[in-house]
Nanobody, 120 residues
């Protein structure tokens, strides 16, 4: 399958900024979508932002205008710039990659998760 590696989590003050990065690698034909989901304690995993190969991005209403997702197709990486962070942004953030393997079967791979904590 596809290996997904995340970085950039940590502790930040309310109103601060943090940048998450994700890289996907493996024997694939294409990686069509990459994005970020998050899961707070006691809650289900929810979409934060997702971007297509052609650079069309979807954002959760709760992060619209504060977070920006960008993609480098040549390197199969995405970066999530998080500004004006709020305590309710605290969660484990998971990177996701979807596409097609060399045999043209689809894949849906996840990273191990990185903790983001927003607290004073």
């Amino acid at each position: 399958q596809v290996h997904v590696v995340e970085s950039g989590g940590g502790l930040v003050q309310p109103g601060g900024s943090l940048r998450l990065s994700c890289a996907a690698s493996g024997s694939v034909i294409s990686i069509n979508n990459m994005g970020w989901y998050r899961q707070a304690p006691g809650k289900g995993r929810e979409l934060v932002a997702d971007i297509t190969w052609r650079d069309y991005a979807n954002y959760a209403d709760s992060v619209q205008g504060r977070f920006t997702l960008s993609r480098d197709n040549a390197k199969n990486t995405v970066s999530l710039q998080m500004n004006s962070l709020k305590p309710e942004d605290t969660a484990v953030y998971y990177c996701n990659a979807r596409g097609y393997l060399l045999d043209y079967t689809s894949f849906n791979s996840w990273g191990q998760g990185t903790q983001v904590t927003v607290s004073s």
